[in-house]
């Protein structure tokens, strides 16, 4: 056995109690982050850490309870709804804390105070390391990148079922005086508290994988505080907005403050009803776009219709001219023709005369009777012209024609020339 001194559980607690005490005995300020916060009777347990550099690991983790007590008269002097703002998991605190230690139940902090300046501050610092982020993934624009579908028809919409926000927009919607229709299918979500990050991410995924169903998503909620917007600077609700394949149009209802959710949007509008006022001018636009080119082309029609009409016009009308003009002509060549036609019938009579005249010269010269007066003769055996003396046979009987009586004679010899 060990001569060493042992002590009870309960006597080493209530040594580190008295240490605690006299260490601590007033109230001091630290910073953390609120993890996880439960309510139970008015009191709240809040799990408080500190996260390394990188923020990714706890180095340090304690329990801290604010009794409602304490909790009724902060929220008296900060606004309760401002309490309700601030203590949502997440948040960077400043908190004033009393340490305590009891021998059974163990260390806890003891809230006393807070200081939601602080909170306000650190939540603009993450926003902007948020920015800087998303900025170097070059996910600020990329959905504001993605063209508008010419109409905004097929809606899926974020939102609680029971937000008057939601039920603003689709009532505007629906009770438009352009008549348009819309299908929106509503992919409910909490839009306030921790819950909203992660159901709006998964939702969002949902709609992903429905992409070919839906003209554009429309996240909407309605009025709130600055810290009412905390849930809208996450990062993993920003990166899942930037990467989304459709366009997201964000109206959060807010009239100041514009959340990280906002910016990565491809379209940021202040409240529900603005959201479904610029879906409605949209699509009004391209109404009046079609109502312009539909008059365009009507003026045009017409336009086209004047310039051939008046050509048209210039046609007959050159026509008209054209023909008179012709017929003057042709009156004309008649007049000239009924002027000319008695000499030219007078040139043509003595042109056929001439005519005939020179033929009754060539018909005397060579009539047989002009021939044999020149001294020629015809000579015909049995009737046929002889041509040929070596075609007669001796004895032949010819008969020679003269230009003065004939002559009868016998073939004895013949020769070729």
Not at 362 to 384: E, M, N, V
Request: aromatic share 8%.
């Amino acid at each position: 056995m060990s001569n060493e001194t042992t002590y009870s559980l309960y006597e080493l607690n209530e040594y580190v109690r008295r240490v605690l005490l006299l260490n601590f005995e007033d109230p001091l300020w630290i910073r953390c982050e609120l993890s996880q916060v439960r309510e139970s009777r008015g009191h709240l347990y809040l799990e408080l850490i500190q996260q390394d550099e990188g923020g990714q690991t706890p180095i340090a983790q304690a329990s801290a309870i604010l009794w409602s007590t304490r909790y009724r008269e902060l929220g008296k002097r900060h606004g309760f709804q401002i309490l309700e703002q601030i203590f949502q998991s997440g948040a960077e605190l400043r908190l004033k804390i009393k340490v305590d230690f009891h021998e059974r139940y163990g260390y806890k902090l003891m809230v006393e105070e807070l200081d939601p300046d602080f909170t306000l501050g650190q939540n603009a610092l993450k926003k902007q390391r948020t920015l800087e982020q998303l900025l170097a993934e070059g996910r600020l624009e990329k959905n504001g990148q993605i063209p508008l579908p010419l109409v905004l028809q097929r809606l899926a919409i974020l939102s609680s079922s029971e937000a008057a926000g939601y039920r603003d927009f689709v009532h505007q919607l629906n009770t438009n005086p352009l008549g348009y229709r819309f299908d929106t299918t509503l992919f409910p979500t909490a839009v306030q508290g921790e819950r909203v990050e992660t159901e709006m991410h998964n939702q969002l995924q949902a709609i992903s994988k429905k992409k070919t169903q839906f003209d554009a998503v429309v996240i909407i909620r309605g009025g709130g505080s600055r810290t009412d917007l905390m849930a809208f600077d996450s990062y993993l609700l920003a990166k899942e907005i930037a990467d989304m394949p459709l366009p997201v149009i964000t109206g959060i209802g807010h009239e100041i403050d514009t959340s990280i959710a906002d910016m990565v949007a491809h379209t940021s509008v202040k409240t529900p009803t603005a959201a479904a006022a610029f879906i409605l001018e949209h699509n009004e636009y391209f109404e009046a776009q079609l109502l312009d080119i539909h008059r365009q082309i009507d003026q045009t029609a017409k336009q086209y219709a004047q310039m051939a009409n008046l050509q048209l016009n210039q046609l007959a009308e050159q026509i008209r001219w054209t023909s008179r003009e012709q017929i003057q002509h042709a009156f004309h060549q008649l007049n000239l023709m009924r002027e000319s036609f008695p000499r030219m019938a007078r040139q043509l009579v003595r042109n056929q005369n001439r005519q005939l005249h020179f033929l009754e010269q060539q018909l005397h010269a060579l009539d047989p009777q002009s021939i044999l007066r020149r001294g020629f003769s015809i000579t015909s055996c049995q009737g046929k012209i002889v041509m040929d003396a070596s075609h007669l046979p001796k004895g032949s009987t010819l008969h020679t024609q003269f230009f003065k009586g004939g002559a009868t004679s016998i073939v004895k010899k013949t020769h070729d020339k």
